[in-house]
């Protein structure tokens, strides 16, 4: 089965700063577009989305510029800052810096407050993005899952993707509130969900039967004609298992998916979202 990777953080400390990657953090190494394909390929993922890895905010052209150019990228979704007044410019410089590239974007917002997405400008720069066509990814903490159902209220005609199945604590057996808010969620029918990262919330020695209950509701919830797959790599090794390992359970966890299903959770979503 083919696969396009929807979430691929690549990380190089020297071409680029990463505020929130302390020395002696994990991560705090070279993770380059070779050495992700070199295990990746056997796999079947053929082709990467890479998402903006939250660099030094006057970066973002420069990360949008460098991974864009890069073999077996197929786009970037690139950061951006929606509370701006400037908005407007700065999304025509990126898209500029991403040589016609940049499929999406997203801001952060798991580390901000709740008041940074509640503001009219925010929501008018969303909508902004609605009109030229990029998607926009929403990072959200489990408790913050109310911004995402706002957000699609007010801009319908933004397409948003929810990262990580919604961040559940699957270390803490948090199926609940969680499951009752991603259903709010998946009532508006401009959002998509991601089936990724989910392997970070759990504790080493997680299998694919930890993680079933989780991906089986977002795919109920959301229906497999809005649902997409990543990767989440590197950050998705902290918790001790591999891109191997997270392949392999999403593939254990659907087996009995028809073919057709598979396709759209795998790629044939991702080709139609961002256009790769």
């Known amino acids: 089965m083919r696969i396009i990777d929807t979430h691929l953080h690549l990380i190089y400390p020297d071409r680029l700063a990463y505020p929130w990657i302390a020395p002696g953090h994990a991560l705090n190494r070279p993770w380059t577009v070779e050495q992700y394909f070199a295990e990746a390929t056997s796999l079947g993922i053929d082709a990467a989305l890479h998402m903006e890895v939250d660099v030094s905010e006057d ?18 979704i690139a950061a951006c800052r929606p509370e701006y007044a400037d908005f407007a410019a700065q999304i025509e410089h990126i898209v500029e810096a991403g040589q016609g590239r940049v499929k999406g974007f997203r801001r952060v917002l798991h580390v901000a407050p709740d008041a ?4 009219d400008l925010f929501v008018e720069n969303l909508r902004l993005l609605g009109a030229l066509g990029f998607p926009f990814d929403l990072c959200l903490r489990s408790d913050q899952l109310s911004i995402a159902s706002r957000l ?17 604590d699957i270390k803490g ?12 969620i998946a009532a508006s029918p401009n959002v998509i969900c991601k089936v990724s990262g989910i392997v970070s919330h759990c504790a080493p020695g997680w299998t694919a039967e930890t993680l079933r209950p989780y991906v089986e509701h977002v795919i109920t919830s959301f229906g497999w004609d809005r649902v997409v797959w ?17 392949v392999t359970a999403t593939h254990t966890i659907v087996s009995g998916a028809s073919d057709d299903e598979k396709a759209a959770l795998f790629h044939r979503n991702a080709e139609r979202v961002w256009r790769v």
Request: with cysteine; hydrophobic share 35%.
């Open 59 to 76: 970066q973002i052209e420069a990360e949008t510029r460098f991974v864009t150019g890069l073999s077996g990228i197929a786009g970037a």
């Open 116 to 119: 940074l997405s509640e503001s």
């Open 152 to 168: 699609a209220r007010l801009a319908p005609e933004v397409t948003f993707v929810l990262d990580h199945c919604g961040n559940p």
């Open 173 to 184: 057996q948090g199926l609940d509130p969680w499951r009752g808010k991603l259903l709010e």
């Open 230 to 246: 990543g990767s989440d790599h590197p950050v998705a090794t902290l918790t001790g298992g591999t891109l191997t390992d997270w």
